[in-house]
């Protein structure tokens, strides 16, 4: 982490005018005797930095050498930072609040403060999220394969993973990589992962492009429903799927049609809405979706 460190450091004196070494260390979590080295290191490599002993010392880049603090604009930042605060909402360290520091050094306030949009990833498993976050991650760093428990529709399996990517889509969490059991790349889901562990086993990177992420890629559907629901369902349909997602009948009820991924999802889904909802194709999947919801009356009896 050295030469981000020097970047940083390099970052920070840029934009302001004097930091001393107690405050360096102090963000960059290193003692000041690192910071020191770090010091000469940047004059050793021609960047003229000053330093100032005394009350009003300090550590700083000579006047002719900074360069134009305005090629990021006020708007520019504030994009930036609320990018960066929605990968703080899942970090395990303080990584990307310390990047916000080196990009508002020297700043106005009202950078930070005139930001409009809040953008939270981290859901409601931000205490279990951020560890598998921040341990996967570190893993895709070093090139180390991970293993794992994992909770899916079959049942439950330990896996072992190349992993290669960190994917926020459809409201979730996934990490990308090539698993070992079925010699393939696949998509693993960070709520239905315990005991996320890193092996020290380094691996080759593989020849695999940079994955696109349409749902077509990771969910393949496999049932095409076709659904008659009540007026009173609309808001929901337009929450899930959109407004363009369902046709109005002329008596008022909506004609819903969505490939799903199988019937287990499009089940569940369906029960969700209980009498507002009318599964009319598949036709063979009406007649197990009564046999559900007989066995539900029993249990009820």
């Known amino acids: 982490m050295k030469i981000d460190r020097l970047i940083g450091i390099l970052a920070i004196l840029l934009q302001q005018e004097k930091i001393t070494a107690p405050e360096?260390?102090?963000?960059?979590?290193?003692?000041?005797?690192?910071?020191?080295?770090?010091?000469?290191?940047?004059?050793?490599?021609?960047?003229?930095?000053?330093?100032?002993?005394?009350?009003?010392?300090?550590?700083?880049?000579?006047?002719?050498?900074?360069?134009?603090?305005?090629?990021?604009?006020?708007?520019?930042?504030?994009?930036?930072?609320?990018?960066?605060?929605?990968?703080?909402?899942?970090?395990?360290?303080?990584?990307?609040q310390q990047l916000m520091d080196k990009l508002s050094a020297g700043r106005s306030e009202g950078i930070l403060s005139g930001q409009y949009i809040s953008i939270d990833l981290s859901s409601w498993y931000k205490s279990s999220l951020a560890p598998k976050i921040e341990k996967i991650q570190q893993a895709i760093e070093d090139h180390e394969r991970i293993v794992f428990d994992y909770y899916g529709p079959k049942g439950e399996s330990c896996r072992k993973l190349e992993p290669y990517r960190l994917v926020f889509k459809w409201s979730s969490w996934y990490v990308w990589g090539f698993c070992a059991d079925k010699q393939d790349f696949r998509l693993f889901k960070l709520n239905r992962m315990s005991e996320v562990e890193r092996t020290k086993e380094s691996f080759k990177v593989r020849e695999y492009g940079v994955p696109e992420l349409p749902s077509a890629v990771f969910m393949k559907p496999k049932v095409c429903a076709k659904i008659l629901f009540e007026p009173e369902a609309k808001w929901?349909?337009?929450?899930?799927?959109?407004?363009?997602?369902?046709?109005?009948?002329?008596?008022?009820?909506?004609?819903?049609?969505?490939?799903?991924?199988?019937?287990?999802?499009?089940?569940?889904?369906?029960?969700?809405?209980?009498?507002?909802?009318?599964?009319?194709?598949?036709?063979?999947l009406r007649e197990l979706f009564l046999a559900i919801i007989r066995n539900m009356v029993e249990k009820y009896k």
């Not at 050498?65 to 990021?72: N, V």
């Not at 819903?256 to 029960?271: C, E, K, Q, V």
């Open 24 to 96: 360096l260390a102090e963000k960059f979590e290193v003692s000041r005797r690192t910071i020191n080295r770090d010091i000469e290191h940047l004059c050793q490599a021609g960047i003229p930095v000053m330093t100032v002993r005394g009350k009003n010392g300090g550590i700083s880049i000579i006047d002719d050498y900074k360069i134009d603090k305005t090629l990021l604009t006020s708007s520019d930042m504030k994009a930036i930072f609320a990018g960066l605060k929605s990968l703080d909402s899942v970090s395990g360290t303080n990584r990307y």
């Open 236 to 284: 929901r349909l337009i929450d899930d799927f959109g407004i363009d997602s369902f046709k109005e009948q002329p008596e008022g009820k909506l004609l819903f049609t969505f490939d799903f991924m199988d019937a287990d999802n499009l089940f569940n889904w369906l029960l969700s809405f209980g009498s507002q909802a009318e599964l009319l194709e598949p036709v063979e």
